[in-house]
């Protein structure tokens, strides 16, 4: 499984960005996808994640805010983040994951830079 994400960028806060992830490969055997976060200096966090069945989980900072979809016929997920913060200022990433019997496997797009400025 490949992930490409894209549509970060300069935004002030209130404004809005949708993310993008575009998978390719085994996308059959996706269980789950996600949009993590990473700030310098702290680990990547969980922002918000879509199940196969489509039902969807978001941390509480963003709830209200942030709605995570997925257009199964174009393979890609999005996050559209509305009403945003300066502390919504990180990387973000992409995950998709498989099982194997008691295997997890991980797959991880390359980061997009989002900056919100007050």
């Known amino acids: 499984v490949q992930l490409q994400a894209s549509g970060g960028g300069l935004v002030q806060a209130g404004g809005s960005l949708r993310l993008s992830c575009a998978a390719s490969?085994?996308?059959?055997?996706?269980?789950?996808m996600s949009w993590y976060r990473q700030t310098p200096g702290k680990e990547r966090e969980l922002v918000a994640r879509i199940l196969r069945s489509g039902g969807t989980n978001y941390v509480d900072p963003v709830k209200g805010r942030f709605t995570i979809s997925r257009d199964d016929a174009k393979n890609t997920m999005y996050l559209q983040m509305n009403s945003l913060k300066p502390e919504d200022t990180a990387v973000y990433f992409c995950?998709?994951?498989?099982?194997?019997?008691?295997?997890?496997?991980?797959?991880w797009g390359q980061g997009t830079q989002v900056t919100v400025s007050s």
């Open positions: 995950n998709a994951y498989r099982v194997d019997g008691f295997i997890r496997y991980d797959y």
């Open positions: 490969g085994i996308i059959f055997s996706i269980n789950t």
